[in-house]
């Protein structure tokens, strides 16, 4: 069966330090995968896209891997802050067979920096 | 990017009552979905609204129990039907931003339903 798994429901870490956040993925050919952090009461909030021909992508402290081989990407916030304290959630997209495909989410990793 | 707004942001419900929820986008957009996010869960897509089309459902979601409209491309509602405890939820839209493959998907802030 389809499987997306996030490692550790909490990952806390100290303040300053790189935080990484696990997805795993079973039984899925995702076109590409989206990262997305979410506070609590609010939606999800877009941070990162990476396709499936792309191995790592960047934006500021933020970094995404994603391994189709290993089925796996790896999201990293480095030099973390307190106000990066979020659940993180990946994401997949996976093209229909007759329908438009959709996009299908983690669990969610909470993540809590401390000063 | 896309600013979308619902509404209402939460409302506390009776059983066998309906909630019709609003969706506007900031911009024209093909694609919208909506989502559900029971209490400590992940997201669950409820079905594809595409302009001009009925709604596509997900396996376990019926459009008896959440219909949906989609009347424009800023626009869409979703009722939730004859509501019990289990629909208490948060439900939230989202559209995807078709500026060039792949599309980034935004979403609202959620309405945050419970039913007594």
């Known amino acids: 069966s389809q499987k997306i798994e996030q490692n550790s429901e909490a990952l806390n870490i100290q303040e300053g330090k790189t935080a990484t956040l696990t997805c795993n993925y079973t039984n899925y050919s995702p076109a590409y995968l989206q990262w997305y952090r979410q506070d609590p009461g609010r939606g999800p909030v877009f941070l990162l896209l990476i396709r499936e021909n792309e191995k790592e992508k960047r934006k500021e402290r933020l970094k995404v891997t994603f391994d189709t081989t290993l089925k796996q990407s790896l999201f990293h916030i480095t030099a973390s802050q307190p106000a990066d304290s979020a659940t993180y959630l990946c994401?997949?997209?996976?093209?229909?067979?007759?329908?438009?495909?959709?996009?299908?989410f983690g669990q969610g990793t909470i993540l809590t920096v401390h000063p | 990017s896309a600013v979308i707004s619902q509404k209402p942001s939460r409302d506390i419900c009776q059983r066998g009552t309906s909630l019709t929820i609003q969706c506007q986008v900031d911009s024209q957009v093909t694609m919208m979905f909506w989502y559900r996010q029971q209490p400590g869960q992940s997201l669950t897509l409820i079905a594809t609204?595409?302009?001009?089309?009925?709604?596509?459902?997900e396996s376990g979601f019926v459009i008896d129990k959440f219909p949906i409209s989609r009347p424009n491309l800023t626009f869409s509602t979703l009722t939730v039907s004859n509501m019990s405890p289990e629909d208490s939820s948060i439900y939230l839209c989202s559209v995807e931003v078709q500026s060039r493959w792949p599309y980034e998907q935004y979403f609202g802030p959620g309405t945050r339903l419970t039913v007594t």
């Open positions: 994401a997949l997209w996976e093209a229909g067979g007759t329908s438009y495909g959709k996009l299908t």
């Open positions: 609204a595409n302009q001009g089309s009925e709604a596509t459902y």
